[in-house]
């Protein structure tokens, strides 16, 4: 069964660095998403991707966030210049449609630390 | 606002007994609800959702407008049940909103 993957699986970093993390959404999927769960708190909702532009975008993803979908089967979630609190857990997701019920199928994550 | 609460962050109950894992939610439009679980060390995936009125492994969520409730039950918890359940809104745009989870725990 076709999954979403990420790599890598964690990333360490020193503060004010770059960070790229990478996704391989399913192949058939249109929509792609970046959410992030800091230690003990919710999943929250990042950034959402079509047609390669920006379809909504959370109040944390500012402009030290970037997205990119650079060839046909990656999109990469970038931060510019990492902060403490930007430690979390990244995860991607991707689906076939946005319409009613529509599933989200997410990746394993990656889990940032930035020292 | 668009939130999801998810009131116990910690549910233990013992093998054979009733589940039921508490969602509200607040939103002004027509809500899309979802139940996502995390098994240990593996991916959110879906578990069910209100549109499809399905039964998956047991569990069961009916939707409840006038209680804005989005209630996870199944009648007899099995061990494997044990992971940690998130409850999801999808406010009419390409996202999902989250509650904060809740952990259970079937004892044997």
């Known amino acids: 069964e076709p999954e979403v993957t990420q790599t890598p699986s964690h990333q360490v970093t020193q503060m004010g660095q770059e960070v790229i993390l990478r996704c391989v959404p399913i192949?058939?999927?249109?929509?792609f998403y970046w959410y992030r769960q800091i230690l003990g708190q919710k999943v929250e909702f990042l950034v959402s991707f079509y047609n390669n532009e920006i379809s909504e975008k959370s109040e944390i993803f500012d402009d030290q966030f970037s997205v990119e979908r650079p060839d046909g089967s990656n999109f990469t979630l970038k931060i510019r210049s990492t902060k403490l609190e930007d430690s979390a857990m990244y995860f991607c997701?991707?689906?076939?449609?946005?319409?009613?019920?529509?599933?989200?199928?997410f990746g394993p994550g990656t889990r940032l630390t930035v020292l | 606002a668009q939130r999801v609460t998810q009131p116990e962050k910690l549910l233990s109950v013992f093998k054979g007994a009733p589940v039921e894992l508490k969602c509200n939610y607040s939103?002004?439009?027509?809500?899309?609800l979802f139940w996502y679980v995390q098994y240990s060390r593996q991916r959110l995936q879906l578990l069910l959702r209100?549109?499809s009125r399905e039964s998956i492994k047991g569990f069961t969520a009916d939707l409840n407008k006038g209680e804005t409730s989005f209630h996870l039950k199944k009648p007899f918890a099995q061990e494997e049940d044990s992971a940690m359940y998130y409850c999801a809104l999808n406010p009419g745009a390409q996202k999902l909103v989250f509650g904060q989870g809740t952990r259970l725990t079937i004892n044997p």
């Open positions: 997701a991707s689906s076939s449609d946005r319409g009613p019920g529509n599933e989200q199928f």
């Open positions: 192949s058939n999927h249109l929509y």
């Open positions: 209100h549109i």
């Open positions: 939103y002004s439009g027509s809500p899309e």
